[in-house]
């Protein structure tokens, strides 16, 4: 991902496709991106009624800089090949695909997209909740430096990791952070976008302001979200805070100054500063400028 490309994606509200309540306040959110969910959401009596409002739904969509996209069912499923060619004729901004397990469930998605003729503007996006797609993590994120396959961001999903491998799911997440750490690890291999999993209590904002400070401490770039309420403190979280936008003005402001011209090491403040740390600087100021903050 450059700057050129670059979009916020703090806060990436999930909504089922069957709620028409929740679906009419789309335009009304501040989230970064939503989620139109044919999978976990929607009940497995109720999955063709909600494939089926697809269509209606990106047509109303709103005008506003919230990227949409839709999460089928997977495709070993006996609904995903029928979602994935109602979602690619939505023409979203995305696709998530459950249960990725390796590079293959990738390159076999986007191969249905482009015989389908879907535009190269429908990025694929892949939940991670198997034990499998992590034993096959490098190789799944090497397919984003490849244009070609789509892929463009890694969806943690922490319950279903949890419930796989029988990990103890704690306040602190102890037991599901090298797994967390491995996945941000993977994503920036791959140039992709990573999102750390859902904070099931959407009425305990304190446990979710924490889990959000601590998956963009770790490199996060948002958080997976399923209540409105949980939007506010997710873009906090992974907005640069005042003090990381001053530290990065001063680092700029440093290197524009004659005497620092053609240095690669100044001193700063008491410590030692280098060109990456303003090229650093740079992207931050240049990504708060894109969010407003």
Same mark, same amino acid.
């Given at each position: 991902?450059?700057? =050129?490309?670059?979009? /916020?994606?703090?806060?990436? $509200?999930?909504?089922?496709?069957?709620?028409? #309540? %929740? @679906?009419?306040? &789309?335009?009304?959110?501040?989230?970064?991106?939503?989620?139109?969910?044919?999978?976990?959401?929607?009940?497995?009596?109720?999955?063709?009624?909600?494939?089926?409002?697809?269509?209606?739904?990106?047509?109303?969509?709103?005008?506003?800089?919230?990227?949409?996209?839709?999460?089928?069912?997977?495709?070993?499923?006996?609904?995903?090949?029928?979602?994935?060619?109602?979602?690619?004729?939505?023409?979203?901004?995305?696709?998530?695909?459950?249960?990725?397990?390796?590079?293959?469930?990738?390159?076999?998605?986007?191969?249905?997209?482009? =015989?389908?003729?879907? /535009?190269?503007?429908?990025? $694929?996006?892949?939940?991670?909740?198997?034990? #499998? %797609? @992590?034993?096959? &993590?490098?190789?799944?994120?090497?397919?984003?430096?490849?244009?070609?396959?789509?892929?463009?961001?890694?969806?943690?999903?922490?319950?279903?990791?949890?419930?796989?491998?029988?990990?103890?799911?704690?306040?602190?997440?102890?037991?599901?952070?090298?797994?967390?750490?491995?996945?941000?690890?993977?994503?920036?291999?791959?140039?992709?976008?990573?999102?750390?999993?859902?904070?099931?209590?959407?009425?305990?904002?304190?446990?979710?302001?924490?889990?959000?400070?601590?998956?963009?401490?770790?490199?996060?770039?948002?958080?997976?979200?399923?209540?409105?309420?949980?939007?506010?403190?997710?873009?906090?979280?992974?907005?640069?805070?005042?003090? %990381? @936008?001053?530290?990065?003005?001063?680092?700029?402001?440093?290197?524009?100054?004659?005497?620092?011209?053609?240095?690669?090491?100044?001193?700063?403040?008491?410590?030692?500063?280098?060109?990456?740390?303003?090229?650093?600087?740079?992207?931050?100021?240049?990504?708060?400028?894109?969010?407003?903050?």
């Amino acid at each position: 991902m450059t700057l =050129d490309t670059y979009r /916020p994606r703090r806060s990436v $509200l999930y909504i089922p496709a069957a709620n028409d #309540k %929740a @679906l009419a306040k &789309i335009a009304s959110l501040a989230c970064d991106a939503v989620i139109i969910d044919l999978e976990d959401g929607v009940l497995a009596a109720d999955k063709a009624t909600a494939r089926e409002k697809l269509a209606g739904i990106f047509t109303a969509r709103p005008e506003r800089r919230c990227e949409m996209l839709v999460r089928v069912n997977a495709l070993s499923t006996e609904w995903g090949a029928d979602d994935l060619l109602a979602a690619a004729k939505a023409e979203p901004d995305g696709i998530l695909l459950p249960k990725v397990d390796k590079p293959r469930d990738i390159l076999e998605a986007g191969d249905l997209l482009d =015989d389908n003729f879907a /535009p190269d503007s429908v990025k $694929l996006w892949a939940m991670i909740e198997t034990p #499998k %797609a @992590l034993l096959n &993590i490098g190789a799944i994120a090497e397919l984003g430096r490849d244009p070609a396959s789509r892929l463009a961001c890694f969806v943690a999903g922490t319950n279903d990791l949890a419930k796989a491998t029988g990990a103890l799911v704690t306040p602190d997440r102890r037991y599901l952070m090298p797994w967390l750490m491995q996945l941000v690890l993977a994503a920036r291999a791959g140039g992709l976008d990573v999102i750390d999993g859902v904070a099931n209590d959407f009425r305990d904002l304190e446990t979710l302001a924490r889990e959000c400070a601590e998956a963009a401490a770790m490199g996060f770039d948002g958080k997976s979200v399923i209540h409105p309420a949980q939007i506010e403190p997710a873009n906090r979280a992974f907005s640069p805070s005042p003090e %990381a @936008l001053a530290r990065a003005r001063a680092i700029r402001d440093a290197f524009a100054q004659r005497e620092n011209a053609g240095k690669g090491v100044i001193a700063l403040d008491g410590r030692m500063v280098e060109r990456l740390h303003l090229a650093e600087a740079e992207k931050l100021l240049a990504k708060a400028a894109i969010i407003g903050a």
